[in-house]
């Protein structure tokens, strides 16, 4: 298959503009792929979440939604009365429906999801969380890099505030926890560059679910402030927006290719995924 119509091979791009701020998340894409960075940054390609994403984007609502209420109310009784309000907005998003989802996936999905809420409360007990601030959007500076990013809870601890992160996703092997706390690190970073005293952070992994109840493992990752861990994040995170100007001020966008190309949403873009693709499954794009 030959690329869509418009995209353009990393040797002859024009150049680009730097985007306005950088988040975690699209440096993460950029160390990952900085042709898959491109493709979602500045060309704004469609990228549909898919199952996973949208089961975690709706089980954040429900956990913004429920530490929104007084703190008594806060039980898994209302939890589920949110996720009952809720799901009709769900139901009807645009990408939700793109699934197609036959009845037993859809009600898998509900149930997984549900799943995910029951784990936060194995995790936390919400009556006790002191809510400074919910899905709070950062904009700041760090060492010169614009930042943004949409811390998930601040909450206040008695030696300052926590920053915390829910993740539906599996819970990361013990060598790739450092990795995983990055985005935290940079979270941490951000709120004291705006002059909130940071003293802990924590990822929530709220479950995996598997072929059933007993294959949830809720994990809780938390770490006192460290400011080393910190530095280390912000270095990582200029480091990428270096490499972003270079490859903006040369218009070439190198792609890495690997096992993630054949799920790639780019890939028909991509005359090396394409080619990746067909090279690990025999199957042409």
């Known amino acids: 298959m030959e690329p869509r119509t418009g995209s353009v091979a990393a040797d002859d791009a024009p150049k680009v503009e730097l985007p306005r701020s950088l988040s975690p998340s699209g440096a993460s894409t950029f160390r990952q792929c900085a042709r898959r960075w491109k493709f979602r940054y500045v060309d704004k390609l469609p990228d549909p979440p898919g199952e996973p994403a949208l089961r975690g984007t709706f089980v954040h609502h429900v956990l913004e939604e429920l530490l929104a209420v007084a703190p008594a109310q806060r039980t898994l009784e209302r939890a589920r009365a949110i996720c009952r309000d809720l799901w009709p907005q769900l139901a009807e998003n645009p990408d939700f429906v793109a699934l197609e989802l036959p009845e037993a996936q859809e009600r898998a999905f509900r149930w997984n999801a549900w799943t995910d809420i029951e784990g936060y409360f ?21 060492d010169g890099v614009p930042f ?51 003293s802990e952070v924590r990822l929530l992994y709220l479950g995996e679910t598997g072929a059933g109840r007993d294959d949830r493992r809720p994990t809780e990752i938390a770490r006192p402030f460290d400011a080393d861990a910190v530095t280390a994040a912000v270095n990582e995170h200029c480091d990428t927006w270096g490499r972003i100007a270079e490859a ?11 096992p993630l190309c054949s799920w790639c949403p780019y890939r028909d873009d991509c005359p090396e995924g394409q080619l990746e693709h067909q090279r690990r499954t025999g199957i042409a794009a």
């Open 148 to 198: 943004r990013g949409i811390v998930d809870l601040v909450d206040r601890v008695s030696e300052g505030v926590r920053v915390t992160d829910y993740k539906t996703g599996r819970p990361p092997s013990q060598r790739f926890v450092d990795s995983r706390l990055s985005q935290v690190w940079l979270y941490a970073a951000a709120l004291e560059s705006v002059g909130d005293d940071v």
């Open 248 to 258: 903006a001020a040369t218009g070439c966008f190198e792609p890495t290719t690997g």
């Open 122 to 142: 194995q995790l936390v007990d919400p009556a006790e969380v002191d809510v400074v601030d919910r899905e709070r959007d950062v904009h700041t500076s760090l």
